[in-house]
């Protein structure tokens, strides 16, 4: 869970989101340090091959399908495919890690 500006934020409720417009092959939502917010909502996407995927038209799509709140605030477009545990699950915690490097704690 993301807790920005007091308000929880599910990842999986924006990966739901993001992950039905098209183009989308793989995608992991994380929080990130803010500091007016305390963390913002981040997306990391990976597009199907051949797909040509913005971060622009990845917010408004998300515009459409959730609160505003939940929103991505940042997005990532990366090559590389998510890094994944044995039982198949993203490992956030790797995703999040160089973004709170310098940080005491994983919350802002």
């Not at 989101?17 to 007016?36: H, K, L, N, W």
Request: with cysteine.
């Amino acid at each position: 869970m993301i807790i920005s500006g007091g308000e929880n934020v599910y990842s999986a409720e924006v990966e739901n989101a993001i992950s039905t417009m098209p183009g989308v092959a793989e995608v992991a939502v994380i929080g990130v340090p803010d500091e007016r917010w305390g963390e913002r909502v981040h997306a990391i996407v990976v597009p199907k091959q051949g797909s040509a995927l913005t971060a622009d038209a990845l917010m408004e799509h998300c515009r459409g399908q959730i609160a505003g709140y939940k929103c991505p605030r940042s997005v990532d477009i990366r090559d590389t495919p998510l890094p994944l545990s044995g039982a198949g699950k993203v490992l956030k915690r790797e995703l999040r890690e160089p973004y709170w490097q310098g940080f005491t704690r994983g919350v802002n």
